[in-house]
């Protein structure tokens, strides 16, 4: 599978086009907002999408594992969309989690969307944050700690591939921040433009937009 390393912080990483985050010396995957069951809180709003967004992120997550060394996993929040999520999560999707769960040293760092005393009840290690090697992994954006690792903001970007643009997930990062996008199958996102993001990085930073099978990598300054 295509990726791309980087440096950050003085350790080094790999990205990979679903959006996994990979530090091979540690053998430590970091990803960020699954979102678990969104599709299916959207269609009991009578918001018809179809309600099969976490059995195929799941699955996208399995295949990672089975594909590289992975012995810890760090959730960056925003595990599930909300609290009544893995009431309705089908079987054979809790039957992946609890398997990931058995096998794999996993830790969630808390997100908005999360319900922590529950997913704390099912085996999950909760956090506010993780610190490791001076670099603070959370769902929010630290400004107390130099480098900070997070998710939250699902950014999204416009690539241009042989004249024709497509609107898809992106990393950013520079020497401080490294923004995560969103892992789920299902999640939308926030344009790299707006002011949340943009706010965020201030000066010189790269932007790694995925496709399916790709990662690209873009130099920015402002």
Known sequence: MHYKDVFFAGQHFSIFPNGELYWQRKKTLIISDLHFEKGSFFSETRQFIPPFDTIE?????????DDHPVETIIFLGDLVHDKLAFQRMPGKAKELFFHILKKINCTLTVGNHDDASFLRDIGLNLAENIIINDICFSHHATSDKKFSVFGHYHPKVRL???SRGIWTSCFIL???????????YFTGGLSIKKLEIQKLFESEYEIYPLTKDRVYRIECKR
Request: hydrophobic content about 35%; cysteine-free.
């Open 174 to 184: 520079n020497k401080e921040k490294l923004l995560m996008p969103s892992y789920g």
């Open 57 to 65: 992120t799941l699955r996208q997550l399995t295949k990672f594992i």
């Open 160 to 162: 241009k591939i042989n």
